[in-house]
Nanobody, 124 residues
């Protein structure tokens, strides 16, 4: 059984930084792409960042480009999201997702497995 567990969320002031982690268990070698999505209250879930297994492909939403960095651990079953220069509009529940395709998708419907989410709150 595949499980994705996020951690690292919290409350931070605007301009601050947070690092989210997602640990995956039960993955087989067929898992390739991992991604971060977020959902603010009253809004749809939106794409944040995604990467392929060996980081040859990485994608970012325009709203976070230059501020957020996605990376993977050496064992490839952990994905991180380093978030710098945080803004109040980054406030949301952040979700980790995993998918078997080699080229990561930016569409939430393409992801097979999801974590439970971690809250990120940025105060002004």
């Amino acid at each position: 059984q595949v499980q994705l567990v996020e951690s690292g969320g919290g409350l931070v002031q605007a301009g601050g930084s947070l690092r989210l982690s997602c640990a995956a268990s039960g993955l087989t070698s067929s898992f390739y792409s991992m991604a971060w999505f977020r959902q603010a209250p009253g809004k749809e879930r939106e794409f944040v960042a995604a990467c392929s297994r060996s980081l040859e492909n990485m994608y970012y939403a325009d709203s976070v480009k230059g501020r957020f960095t996605i990376s993977r651990g050496n064992a490839k079953n952990t994905v991180y999201l380093q978030m710098n220069s945080l803004k109040p509009e980054d406030t949301a529940v952040y979700y980790c997702a995993a998918d078997r395709r080699s080229n990561p998708s930016r569409t939430n419907y393409d992801y097979e497995y999801w974590g439970q989410g971690t809250q990120v709150t940025v105060s002004s």
